[in-house]
């Protein structure tokens, strides 16, 4: 029987942020932790400690685990609201930062809810995203447009794992600042390589 390597939810959200930097984690196996790293598993951590409890009809439960091969997915949801009586399924994310105009988050929910469908036969129509640095939560729907991106990204984070490349540094300079793994990435010596052009000029030449 082959083989079939399911893709980690938060590979689509390290992806959606930069390609290299999904590939040098899920590929390499290569993780470093900085500032944004780390308030983000303090938060995870006292997310994890709670425990399923029922409030005005809502069961919460944590550290939900999710395995949908079809899709070719696996991972755990930080929070699952659940509300029996509409049959209403609600993941929930935790998040260090603040609401981003990128759709990085909102892809990691949305594969959440694929997940989600796949096991439970359900449709779902939306998600939250709750951000530490502004205490706001964030509601998210899954349109069609949405769901058409993550599973595109999906597609793509399997062909890139599949392939075990490191694709070259197409981030921007400000998104490379946050990443923990720019010691490791070097995006800037990599950017200013011109090694290959001038291998290019000797052979035509």
């Known amino acids: 029987m082959e083989d079939i390597r399911l893709v980690p939810l938060a590979a689509l959200q390290h992806y959606a942020y930069c390609p290299r930097q999904c590939a040098l984690i899920h ?3 290569v993780w470093a932790d900085n500032w944004f790293t780390a308030q983000g598993d303090l938060l995870h951590q006292r997310v994890d400690q709670g425990g399923p409890e029922v409030r ?7 550290g939900v685990l999710v395995h949908a091969p079809c899709l070719g997915l696996t991972g755990k949801l930080d929070l699952l609201e659940v509300e029996p009586s509409k049959g209403r399924y609600t ?3 935790y998040k260090r930062g603040k609401p981003k105009v990128d759709n990085w988050d909102r892809v990691q929910v949305c594969a959440q809810a694929l997940c989600l469908e796949e096991m439970l036969g359900v449709i ?4 939250a ?3 530490w640095q502004t205490r706001h939560r964030e509601s998210v729907i899954f349109d069609e447009s949405l ?3 993550t599973l595109d990204i999906i597609s793509q984070v399997k062909r890139l794992l ?3 490349e490191v ?3 197409i981030a921007t300079k400000k998104r490379c600042k946050s990443c923990s793994l720019i010691s490791i990435c070097q995006p800037d010596l990599i950017r200013n390589d011109h090694s290959k052009d001038y291998s290019e000029q000797l052979f035509k030449q």
């Not at 005005?56 to 944590?62: A, L, M, Q």
């Open 27 to 29: 590929n390499e196996q």
């Open 56 to 62: 005005k009809g809502v069961r919460f439960e944590r």
């Open 91 to 93: 993941p929930v994310e």
């Open 124 to 127: 779902i129509q939306d998600a």
């Open 129 to 131: 995203l709750w951000y």
């Open 147 to 149: 769901r058409c991106e």
């Open 162 to 164: 599949n392939d075990h």
């Open 167 to 169: 694709p070259k540094v």
